[in-house]
Nanobody
Framework: QLQAFGGGLVQAGGSLRLSCVAA????????MGWFRQAPGKEREFVAT????????VYADSVKGRFTISRDNAKNTVYLQMDSLRPEDTAVYYC?????????????????WGQGTQVTVSS
């Protein structure tokens, strides 16, 4: 139901824009989030946005560099990633929440995309 794309290989300092499209269900009433998982590490929170897009929350490691946004008319959520660093290398997952508010907790999300690989070279 969620498909993430837009990942790729980029040099440090570069930018990528991830998109997550929802199909088969309307997610406009729910908070959305992005998470990532690097090799050998647990999945971690990146960013979340409330159902109307009025509230956003970021992990400290990406604050000021990443921007989450959404277009409910297109059933799509975005993650603009600027000033990328090698430590941002991971598989990025989008997720739809159980509620309309933002959340850092994975157990408050009940739909997950398949993930898109982001690799940042030094």
């Amino acid at each position: 139901q969620l498909q993430a794309f837009g990942g790729g290989l980029v040099q440090a300092g570069g930018s990528l824009r991830l998109s997550c499209v929802a199909a088969g269900r309307t997610f406009s009433n729910y908070g959305m989030g992005w998470f990532r998982q690097a090799p050998g590490k647990e999945r971690e929170f990146v960013a979340t946005i409330s159902w109307r897009g009025l509230v956003t929350v970021y992990a400290d490691s990406v604050k000021g560099r990443f921007t989450i946004s959404r277009d409910n008319a297109k059933n799509t959520v975005y993650l603009q990633m600027d000033s990328l660093r090698p430590e941002d290398t991971a598989v990025y997952y989008c997720a739809a929440g159980r509620y309309g508010h933002t959340s850092r907790a994975m157990n408050e999300y009940d739909s997950w995309g398949q993930g898109t690989q982001v690799t940042v070279s030094s």
